[in-house]
């Protein structure tokens, strides 16, 4: 069973690597895929980035109840997000501003400026590259994962950072 890598551990800070299609094909990365989802869900989180469980590679996986937070997403909502070596970009300059929390960073909570609308590209895990739209929630749950992968926490970022009580 995976285990969660928590702060001060200095993996956490480090970028992860990319993934080529015949890794992203392993018997090793699909079984790693399915752990994490597992993980997540048992540990009560949205997303969860592969740096998180030990392993520093581009790889994430954003759950479906995320997915059907974002009302104008057009992805199915029965399945999680798998994705490998992602990419956003911002695709307007409309920001909000939402209190975070991190299985990595247990028992804090801080209040983290992103952006409301981006663009992703990835491959899925069967390797087919994907391009999609992500807004509010979604699309702050994909930078909060995809900083993950370059060695970036909330905290980082975070203005009120708090105890949960």
Request: with cysteine; hydrophobic share 40%.
């Amino acid at each position: 069973m995976l285990k969660i890598v928590t702060l001060p551990n200095p993996k956490l800070r480090e970028r992860s690597t990319e993934i080529d299609r015949d890794f992203l094909l392993s018997k090793e990365i699909q079984e790693l895929i399915s752990e994490m989802i597992s993980k997540m869900y048992n540990s009560d989180g949205i997303g969860l980035a592969a740096p998180q469980v030990g392993h520093n590679i581009r790889l994430c996986i954003i759950s479906k109840d995320a997915l059907k937070l974002d009302k104008k997403n057009i992805l199915p909502t029965e399945f999680d997000l798998v994705l490998i070596n992602p990419v956003w970009q911002k695709t307007s300059r409309k920001t909000n501003i939402d209190e975070e929390g991190c299985l990595s960073v247990p028992g804090l909570l801080g209040k983290v400026k992103r952006h409301s609308d981006i663009e992703v590209e990835a491959w899925n895990e069967k390797g087919e590259k994907i391009k999609f739209s992500a807004h509010n929630y979604f699309a702050r749950v994909i930078q909060h994962e995809v900083d993950h992968l370059d060695g970036v926490l909330f905290v980082d970022k975070a203005k009120d950072v708090r105890e949960i009580q």
